[in-house]
């Protein structure tokens, strides 16, 4: 695996490569979940990566235990990945708040929309994975419009849904996607359930559950 000084060499290389540029510092947190929004593209991917690592931090993501076989295997989990068998009968939130007590230090990288494709609403997976884990929300982000990308806001959330919504709301509403009209809305679905924790089922959709 690639030095973090090898790391940010590239991670800049990219950004500079493309005329992006980052904001904010990786989170003074040793275990969070980070929020990877909006997600419309399969660009997502490398250009969070680009940013994380261009600020010195190094995230995970979930896929499906089946992609990390062969050589795709050890790409995916040079990149973060982490694998997750979803014939698991385990509630999805509590496999992956588990992680946390496997991982000293982890930044565990979930896409609130769930896929790159249009969606109609947030899933609550994010949100009760941190509260489960007992550890903090950062708000991730890339905003193609700006062509800026990094680390927002750090907060707890209260385990009122609603309220917290209203902060996370409040920074996500003016940052655009690569494709603006797939973006879900940022309301919970059914009011704030307990699921949607996304597991990508190929490699195209990796960035599902990792940003």
């Given at each position: 695996?690639?030095?973090?000084?090898?790391?940010?060499?590239?991670?800049?290389?990219?950004?500079?490569?493309?005329?992006?540029?980052?904001?904010?510092?990786?989170?003074?947190?040793?275990?969070?979940?980070?929020?990877?929004?909006?997600?419309?593209?399969?660009?997502?991917?490398?250009?969070?990566?680009?940013?994380?690592?261009?600020?010195?931090?190094?995230?995970?993501?979930?896929?499906?235990?089946?992609?990390?076989?062969?050589?795709?295997?050890?790409?995916?989990?040079?990149?973060?990945?982490?694998?997750?068998?979803?014939?698991?009968?385990?509630?999805?939130?509590?496999?992956?708040?588990?992680?946390?007590?496997?991982?000293?230090?982890?930044?565990?990288?979930?896409?609130?929309?769930?896929?790159?494709?249009?969606?109609?609403?947030?899933k609550?997976?994010?949100?009760?994975?941190?509260?489960?884990?007992?550890?903090p929300?950062?708000?991730?982000?890339?905003?193609?419009?700006?062509?800026?990308?990094?680390m927002?806001?750090?907060?707890?959330?209260?385990?009122?849904?609603?309220?917290?919504?209203?902060?996370?709301?409040?920074?996500?509403?003016?940052?655009?996607?690569?494709?603006?009209?797939?973006?879900?809305?940022?309301?919970?679905?059914?009011?704030?359930?307990?699921?949607g924790?996304?597991?990508?089922?190929?490699?195209?959709e990796?960035?599902?559950?990792?940003?």
């Amino acid at each position: 695996m690639a030095s973090k000084g090898i790391k940010r060499a590239i991670g800049r290389a990219w950004l500079r490569a493309f005329g992006w540029r980052v904001e904010g510092g990786a989170p003074d947190v040793p275990q969070a979940v980070l929020l990877a929004a909006p997600h419309t593209s399969n660009w997502d991917l490398p250009f969070t990566l680009a940013c994380a690592w261009a600020i010195g931090l190094d995230f995970r993501f979930v896929a499906k235990h089946t992609l990390f076989e062969g050589v795709k295997g050890r790409i995916l989990r040079a990149m973060g990945g982490i694998a997750v068998d979803r014939r698991s009968r385990e509630n999805a939130v509590e496999r992956m708040a588990a992680l946390f007590d496997e991982h000293e230090k982890l930044v565990l990288a979930v896409a609130a929309e769930g896929t790159r494709n249009s969606a109609k609403r947030w899933k609550t997976g994010f949100y009760w994975i941190a509260r489960a884990a007992k550890v903090p929300i950062v708000m991730g982000f890339l905003d193609y419009g700006r062509k800026v990308g990094g680390m927002g806001d750090v907060f707890w959330p209260s385990g009122d849904p609603e309220s917290d919504l209203d902060k996370i709301r409040n920074f996500y509403g003016p940052i655009k996607g690569k494709y603006p009209s797939k973006q879900g809305a940022i309301v919970f679905r059914d009011g704030g359930d307990e699921g949607g924790i996304p597991v990508p089922d190929d490699s195209s959709e990796t960035v599902t559950a990792g940003l």
